[in-house]
């Protein structure tokens, strides 16, 4: 069996994108309220349901469909932080309260996701141009997302270094008293810190669904490796963020190849992130946020 290790290299480097995109809003929501959000799936659902009807049913193309995605998760995503999870955490709630709350926000979005669109799988119609770049096979999807995670990671980069609210996510997140003490408004922080997050999520689900199908589980099928990269990373790390969602990536799709070659299915290559997630758990409980301290 010959192994085409560059296209492996490259499918690496796009799952990466995909993680990274998704778990950036994950990562920093977690390290400001303290507790996994797994409603995030249904915000990557519900973005990939938006960029279908923006750019299938009203014809306005994947760009208009990727700012109104972001847009439209990104309210969403603060109207359940604002309506939700902020006043249960004002009234006491465990992160135990705030994670069960999430998962039933999660159940009742996914259920009325299928409700509003149906259960049945939905393609994007738009044909992504295969060609050759010496021995990989690329597409112009795979180009876009790539670029869209770079450019979402930069960005992302010159907020937090060179903005007012950037420094203030990063004060919050490393010592949320002394960033009060010093007059930062801590819950606007947060609330731009959803919208931002959400957004993503949004952003993410288009590319997923583009990349596959969009159906009312399209998230729920991506949350566990995107929470596995969060981990990794070490919980509100973005930068730490970045290195685990291509090191996942990588990790993936080599064990494609290992499941491909022990002649097992490669639905299994979920169970890689688990064991990536494990391991980080026992080992190293920080991930790598040891090796990125500036946020």
């Not at 006491?92 to 259960?119: D, K, N, P």
């Not at 096979?137 to 907020?159: E, K, P, Y």
Request: aromatic content about 12%.
């Amino acid at each position: 069996m010959t192994i085409n290790w560059a296209q492996v290299l490259f499918n690496s480097v796009v799952t990466g994108s995909f993680y990274l995109i998704g778990a950036v809003g994950i990562t920093l929501t977690y390290g400001l309220s303290n507790f996994p959000n797994f409603a995030h799936a249904e915000l990557i659902t519900s973005g990939a349901f938006i960029g279908y009807m923006v750019a299938e049913q009203l014809g306005l193309g994947i760009p208009v469909a990727l700012v109104i995605s972001f847009l439209c998760t990104g309210i969403v995503g603060l109207l359940c932080y604002r309506c939700i999870f902020q006043p249960l955490a004002k009234k006491g709630a465990t992160i135990i309260h705030l994670m069960v709350a999430s998962i039933a926000l999660g159940f009742i979005l996914r259920h009325s996701i299928g409700a509003v669109w149906s259960w049945e799988p939905l393609y994007f119609t738009s044909t992504w141009r295969a060609f050759t770049v010496g021995p990989l096979r690329v597409t112009w999807l795979w180009l876009g997302l790539i670029f869209a995670a770079l450019s979402l990671a930069t960005a992302m980069h010159f907020v937090l270094v060179k903005t007012k609210i950037g420094k203030a996510i990063r004060a919050t997140s490393s010592n949320p008293e002394l960033a009060l003490a010093s007059g930062i408004n801590i819950d606007k922080v947060i609330w731009v810190t959803w919208f931002i997050g959400a957004g993503l999520a949004g952003i993410a689900g288009i590319f997923r669904g583009a990349d596959t199908q969009i159906w009312p589980m399209t998230g729920w099928d991506a949350i566990l490796p995107i929470f596995a990269v969060a981990v990794l990373g070490g919980i509100g790390n973005f930068y730490g963020a970045i290195a685990a969602a291509f090191i996942i990536g990588l990790a993936e799709n080599i064990g494609v190849v290992g499941l491909t070659i022990l002649g097992l299915s490669t639905t299994y290559r979920i169970g890689i992130a688990f064991l990536i997630l494990i391991i980080t758990l026992i080992v190293r409980p920080q991930g790598l946020a040891m090796l990125f301290r500036r946020t």
